[in-house]
């Protein structure tokens, strides 16, 4: 077939580059041009598990190097990243420093991986994007760069298929009119960002942190405000990506905004303090967007043409790498029927819903820490059952790919983020946040492989393969063959 890509991000490239290993003829028509800055840098494991499946399917050898730390850098040592062993997330308040106050201390870590080698990366976005683009030229992918997007242009290339991988109020958007959808989407909230240098270790800032199962710096990190949240990752090079996502436009310029807020919360002011921003600060006033439809005759948009919620929880890369999987399993028998777009497009809007739901919710529990990580335990529940079941149970590509991210068809986990959100909004008391919290330790129990929710861990989960091991029924599996299965998880068998 001959199918047009427009947008040359990872996921549009990276799709560009499998279609044309399938043996389509492919165009990839970007507006701008590479190396060029991008955000949306922080991966997670069903991403790097994802990236797994199609460095397998389809003889991809760097997206296998691509999926762990240790293997990124050996074999592509100029691509810049970030190691990333899992989320750290602290409760700030205003005019106060971090305290460290024992099993008070408002600190959650959940470690993603076991050890350096495997752990998950931040992807410099410049130099990744820039590779995958490279890569799809060398499949054979027809890639024209610095270019306006016209129905000229697309007709005069006589496509079967068209998929939109140009991001927010994108090329199908305008060209189809596609509504916007974004009246569903709860989560509302602006973002002021850049890369930094120097910014400082948090340890270094707030001596006498018990240790926990990962370096908390060496991770996705998050700092919850009174306004939002900030998020922060850290890249081996020593550059930090960070960011505000705030829930209500401050006065002020960027500058001024970066600076009240670095000065109402002593502890971020101590980290960022004397860090020099590497471009100018940014301002985005509202990051979500959503469209009504994801796929029709003869087109597909990639997730983040179609919807986009929050960064929190790094989902947007995973989800991405989930569609660019289903679009290429159509692919491989001859292109999607009618049917197969319907199906791709109710499991979009699903997935959106759910993690604007999570989202949402989330932003509903910051204002109490207790509360917060109980709501975090329902994403960290559903990713890790999700993970353990794709590499232990050895899920096929089509499985894989069709299981609804976040938990989305799963009869237990699907309808938690709904749930959650709604008790959410009716907390009211202490009372309603120590059920809230017993609620989720009892609602993610049939899917819990890792023992989330269990105070004893007090806010600081390691990858703790023996509990696993506890949990081999939750996975449907005898003891004996979760055993034998443990290889798989560090993505060498
Ligand atoms: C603040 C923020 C933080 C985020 N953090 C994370 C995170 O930590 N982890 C995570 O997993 N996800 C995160 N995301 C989501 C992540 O950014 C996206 O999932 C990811 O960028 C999607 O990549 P893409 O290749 O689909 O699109 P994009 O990266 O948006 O690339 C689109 C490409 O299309 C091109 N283009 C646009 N319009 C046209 C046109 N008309 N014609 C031709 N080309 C065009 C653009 O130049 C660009 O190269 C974040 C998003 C935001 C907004």
């Known amino acids: 077939m001959r199918i047009a890509i427009v947008g040359s991000g990872f996921a549009g490239s990276l799709l560009a580059r499998v279609l044309a290993v399938q043996g389509h003829r492919v165009s990839l028509l970007e507006r701008g041009t590479h190396p060029r800055f991008a955000i949306g840098e922080s991966s997670t494991p069903l991403a790097n598990l994802t990236l797994e499946r199609l460095a397998r399917r389809y003889g991809l050898d760097d ?50 991986s076991p050890n350096d080698h495997i752990a998950d990366n931040h992807w410099l976005r410049a130099d990744v994007d820039h590779h995958f683009v490279r890569a799809a030229i060398a499949a054979g992918v027809d890639y024209r760069d610095r270019t306006e997007v016209t129905d000229e242009l697309v007709e005069s290339l006589r496509v079967d298929f068209i998929v939109d991988a140009s991001g927010p109020n994108g090329f199908m958007a305008r060209r189809l009119g596609i509504p916007s959808g974004l009246h569903r989407t709860h989560t509302n909230a602006g973002l002021l960002f850049s890369h930094f240098d120097g910014v400082r270790l948090f340890p270094d800032v707030v001596p006498g942190l018990p240790s926990g199962p990962y370096p908390d710096d060496w991770a996705a990190v998050h700092h919850i405000i009174d306004e939002g949240w900030m998020y922060s990752l850290r890249f081996d090079h020593g550059v930090t990506s960070a960011g505000f996502v705030l829930k209500q ?56 043409a179609y919807g986009f919620v929050d960064p929190l929880f790094s989902t947007g890369i995973a989800w991405s790498l989930k569609a660019i999987e289903r679009l290429a399993l159509f692919f491989e028998n001859g292109g999607p029927a009618a049917d197969d777009l319907a199906r791709y497009d ?93 609620w989720v330790r009892r609602s993610i129990a049939p899917r819990n492989v890792c023992g989330f929710a269990n105070p004893d861990y007090r806010n600081l989960y390691p990858v703790d393969l023996e509990e696993l091991v506890r949990r081999h029924a939750v996975l449907g599996m005898s003891r004996d063959a979760c055993v034998s299965a443990l290889p798989a998880l560090r993505g060498n068998a």
Not at 249 to 259: E, H, I
Not at 366 to 371: E, G, L, N
């Open 63 to 112: 997206c296998y190097a691509l999926a762990a730390h240790g293997r990124w850098i050996l074999r592509f040592p100029g691509i810049r990243r970030g190691l990333k062993r899992g989320f750290t997330f602290y409760r700030h308040h205003a005019g106060r420093p971090f305290a460290v106050d024992g099993a008070r201390t408002e600190r959650l870590l959940v470690a993603a």
């Open 249 to 304: 436009r401050l006065p002020g310029t960027p500058d001024q905004m970066w600076q009240g807020l670095l000065a109402r919360y002593p502890t971020i002011g101590a980290l960022f303090g004397s860090a020099k921003s590497l471009m100018p600060l940014g301002y985005k006033p509202r990051i979500q967007h959503r469209l009504t439809r994801a796929a029709g005759p003869g087109w597909a948009l990639l997730p983040h």
């Open 346 to 438: 109710a499991m979009l809007a699903a997935e959106a819903d759910q993690i604007d739901l999570l989202v949402a919710g989330a932003y509903l529990a910051m204002a109490h820490f207790d509360v917060f990580a109980a709501q975090a335990m329902i994403y960290f529940a559903a990713v890790s059952f999700a993970e353990a079941r794709q590499r232990l149970a050895r899920q096929d590509s089509e499985t894989a790919a069709w299981s609804g991210f976040l938990g989305v068809g799963d009869p237990q986990l699907g309808p938690l983020p709904r749930a959650s959100f709604r008790r959410l909004g009716r907390m009211r008391t202490r009372e309603d946040r120590r059920l809230f919290i017993q």
